[in-house]
């Protein structure tokens, strides 16, 4: 049986594998620190809930920076090729 599920994997298939993993941690952390972080300052400082809103506006234009710079990155790449 030959067939895509059969095929060993390539070079680029890591790389794609790896820039998605890379993306995805990314964007998880900085959702979770800085999220987190602004519930630990709206505890600490008593501010419930602004802080941890805060933190969750810059935990998302962290993870769209992100993605702009994969896109950036990835534009480039091909540009090249």
């Given at each position: ?5 059969s095929?060993p994997p390539?070079?680029?298939?890591w790389q794609?594998?790896g820039?998605?993993l890379?993306l ?14 602004g519930?630990?300052?709206d505890r600490?400082?008593?501010?419930t809930p ?9 935990g998302l ?12 990155i990835?534009g480039q790449r091909?540009?090249?090729?």
């Open positions: 049986m030959s067939g895509p599920q095929r390539r070079v680029r298939d794609a594998i820039t998605a890379g995805g941690f990314s964007v998880v952390s900085s959702l979770v620190l800085c999220i987190g972080g519930v630990l300052l600490w400082l008593g501010t602004y802080l941890t809103l805060v933190g969750l506006v810059l234009a962290t993870a769209g920076y992100s993605l702009y710079q994969l896109a950036v990835g091909r540009g090249r090729r």
